[in-house]
């Protein structure tokens, strides 16, 4: 996601309203009812995820404690727009509904940041690999990922995830 895009959903509400409408006919998202179980089931992924980059961390698999951000940040995501009557299929759609209902209220500029670099996988490895270009970052069989970075993100995924429970329990 570039920081463009998000700019434009943060500032402009007709436009992300438009974009979710545009993934609705696309069936990248689609309105349901509530399911408190597949909330409860993403919200266990995530916290699964933590601690799988927990361990990963110690075993200094770099590389899978940011795939493991990576997928606690999503789950946790996936978990907040079920709480609004949503499922998604794509990262951007996600995001969109994640802005149109959370920002401002619950979620600040800065969460909705964290959360658009978390769903742009690329961007993350891009992030930590940045003396590389892209490509090595995420073809590469070279794994140059500093233990200082990725804990930067484990500890992003973390609070991320910790908000999102404290946001579902006041949804209750």
Partial sequence: MKEYDVRKLLDNQTFTEEKIQECID??????????YEEIKGH???AENNLRFITENIKLRFLDWAITGCYYASYHAALALIQAKGYTSKNHYATLCVLIKKF???ELTEEDITLVAKFLDYHDVLFYVESKQKREDATYSTKTRFSEQDVEKLRIQATLFVNKTKDILETLK
């Fill in 26 to 35: 696309e069936k990248k998202l689609r309105k349901q009812s509530i399911d």
């Fill in 43 to 45: 919200i266990r992924k």
């Fill in 103 to 105: 920002y401002r209220k």
